[in-house]
RNA sequence: GCGCCAGUAGCUCAGGCGGAUAGAGCAAUUGCCUUCUAAGCAAUCGGUCGGGGGUUCGAGUCCUCCCUGGCGCGCCA
């Protein structure tokens, strides 16, 4: 059993026979400093006391009462102002490792979701060009953050939400087929406000290839519309392609275009209007966000007929609302912050908690190369695609760095640095505490070592400090798991992971595990190896990164 | 002008619900490869947690006012 769940439990039972529950308050932790025991608990600061009461003397009588009924413990003190330090036997922590050896792969898994139905909508980023590493750091956050769910009981679908309806798709079509255009000898002009990026001439390229200039002699609306189409088409078979590259694939594109044609969009506004959610001022249509928290009313259908991005977004939630999920996971550009209130207002009005949307705002991305930023503008055709960032420092190694930060931070993606296979870049420290372990079992196995079961008198040999250190680490692969899953940040499992590999690379350094005489001993650390092996592979995959065998 | 996010070591960043002496990596200095992968380990150096006030047994964490930076504030998309 976990620790912080030992402590709680008994400590619970010892509350309930006062006639208490746990009070709110109760922090059961590891302290950061090994003095202060294994596990701590501020119970007796934080209990109901009687007048005369001190929490000294509070957790002196908790002291006596769980050391008299609790023979996994080994010592309890009491320190500073009343906070209840226990030290565990050996015994407790060797079982983890058993634990984690018997569960294998579904170590650590946990039950905070309880089947509920998530759905995580991330990337959705607009067809109108490839894939920039702003939208890879989105992707990495989305696509771990599904599988850290899925992993604590939710129930998870993913979607891409693909804007293929609106001005922007008419500059698209229009880029294209003004390079068509001009590659057929037409002097015209390239008009402002367009996408530049080489990635038209390409398209507009390949249309002339395959249907020479006959483009020309249509009407400039079917020219268009032939534009772009084509130009979506590719741009998104490109999309479609980095990100399977970038080991994410939604089960789910779901289209704003079959939204508006299909009728949706004004079957939401009309019932809007209807409850009285919505109004006509001016000859537009307004949505009463007021109402639900936000600065200002917003429009919906503006006086010149023409349908707003934020009504079919509206229409966009509904839909999702109608699938059922118990929570939508929407995963933003931290430029859209200003967005959420209106869409929160929007989840409210239509009946359902404004909770059950879930904001994650994703930081832009700086990347800088050669110590200087490197501008990135779409339309200016200039930056560096997803595609070309992980062609230069591959997949593993970018997805870790982005999800080694809070994704509503900023963060620096130096180029040069990611590069380099030092400590600099931790993706390969972690990767190699597995492959060092895969690397040691092949040796073993060399050497005729025969493998036995696990038991606890195998595990009763790692006694050092070393040894515990590595045991309390696997014992706090759930706490994190649970703690990523519900604070739906992926960068936990990061920064636990470079917590591990440091352990097992002191432990490595200071334990020559092949060389001993004690076959016992070897055997039953070569059990703790595979241990944190697992562990380590568990985590990595959780961030959709490979666990080598060997570097 | 209003709002959101950020400000923690020279650099990049962690710090669930307020807990004990504020952490990690990099950089710098110094040790450790005849032995399991040195893509490693150990040690040293490094801090007014942007600033002032407040709340309390206790504040990097909560409240408030300033300062600085980023972003957002449209009948744009």
Redesign the pocket.
């Known amino acids: 059993m976990k620790a912080k769940n030992y402590i709680s439990e008994k400590l619970t039972a010892l509350m309930a026979a006062r006639g208490f529950d746990l009070p709110a308050?109760t922090?059961i932790?590891a302290?950061?400093?090994a003095?202060?025991g294994d596990m701590?608990t501020?119970i007796a600061?934080?209990m109901p006391k009687e007048k005369g009461q001190n929490p000294r003397a509070l957790a002196e009588g908790i002291k006596a009462e769980l050391l008299a009924q609790c023979p996994e413990i080994e010592s309890i003190d009491i320190?500073?102002?009343g906070?209840i330090?226990f030290t565990f036997r050996p015994s407790f922590w060797q079982e983890v490792a058993l634990n984690a050896l018997d569960r294998g792969a579904d170590f650590g898994r946990i039950d905070v979701g309880k089947g509920r139905k998530v759905q995580v909508e991330y990337v959705s980023a607009n067809p109108t060009g490839p894939l920039h590493i702003g939208h890879g750091r989105g992707a990495a956050v989305g696509d771990s953050l599904t599988r850290i769910l899925r992993f604590t009981g939710h129930e998870v679908e993913t979607e891409y939400y693909l804007n293929d309806a609106?001005?922007?798709m008419r500059l698209l079509g229009l880029a294209v087929w003004v390079r068509y255009q001009q590659a057929c000898g037409v002097e015209i002009e390239f008009p402002e406000d367009c996408y530049r990026g080489d990635y038209i001439k390409d398209i507009s390229a390949a249309l002339l290839a395959e249907k020479g200039r006959a483009l020309l002699d249509l009407p400039e609306e079917e020219a268009l519309d032939l534009c772009y189409e084509r130009g979506m088409k590719d741009i998104l078979d490109g999309i479609k392609k980095d990100l399977i590259d970038f080991r994410v694939e939604h089960q789910h594109w779901f289209s704003e275009k079959s939204l508006v044609d299909g009728g949706q969009v004004e079957a939401t506004l009309n019932r809007l209007l209807a409850e009285g959610r919505a109004y006509e001022?001016?000859?537009?249509l307004w949505f009463r966000s007021t109402d639900h928290g936000d600065?200002k009313d917003r429009?919906l259908r503006?006086?010149?007929g023409?349908l707003?991005?934020?009504a079919s977004d509206i229409a966009y939630h509904d839909n999702k609302i109608a699938r059922g999920f118990d929570m939508m996971v929407d995963i933003w550009g931290?430029?859209h912050?200003?967005?959420v209130p209106r869409m929160k207002a929007a989840i409210e009005a239509m009946g359902k908690d404004r909770e059950a949307l879930q904001v994650i705002l994703v930081q832009l991305v700086n990347l800088i190369q050669g110590g200087e930023q490197i501008a990135m503008s779409t339309r200016a055709g200039k930056f560096e695609t997803l595609a070309d960032v992980c062609a230069e420092v591959g997949v593993d190694a970018a997805r870790f760095i982005f999800l080694s930060?809070?994704s509503?931070?900023?963060?620096?993606f130096d180029l040069d640095v990611v590069k380099q296979?030092?400590?600099?870049n931790?993706v390969?420290?972690v990767q190699?505490a597995h492959?060092?372990i895969c690397?040691?079992m092949r040796?073993a196995e060399e050497q005729g070592v025969e493998l036995p079961e696990p038991s606890a008198g195998l595990m009763a040999m790692l006694t050092t400090p070393e040894d515990k250190a590595l045991f309390t680490c696997l014992d706090a692969f759930e706490?994190t798991m649970e703690?990523a899953a519900r604070t739906l940040?992926p960068?936990?499992v990061s920064?636990y992971l470079?917590e591990l590999a440091?352990l097992l690379?002191?432990y490595?350094?200071?334990?020559?595990?092949?060389?001993g005489e004690d076959q016992d001993l070897l055997r039953a650390r070569i059990l703790l190896f595979r241990a944190v092996a697992g562990v380590v592979r568990t985590g990595l995959d959780l961030l959709g990164v490979h666990a080598p065998e060997?570097?």
């Open positions: 308050k922090t932790e302290p950061k400093s003095q202060h701590a501020n600061m934080v320190a500073g102002p906070f330090n609106g001005r922007q001022k001016d000859g537009a600065d429009v503006k006086s010149d023409l707003t991005y934020f931290a430029d912050h200003g967005y930060r809070k509503d931070s900023h963060l620096d296979q030092s400590m600099d931790p390969y420290y190699y492959a060092r690397s040691l040796k706490d703690l940040s960068h936990h920064y470079m440091g690379h002191r490595y350094t200071v334990h020559h595990i092949l060389s060997r570097m």
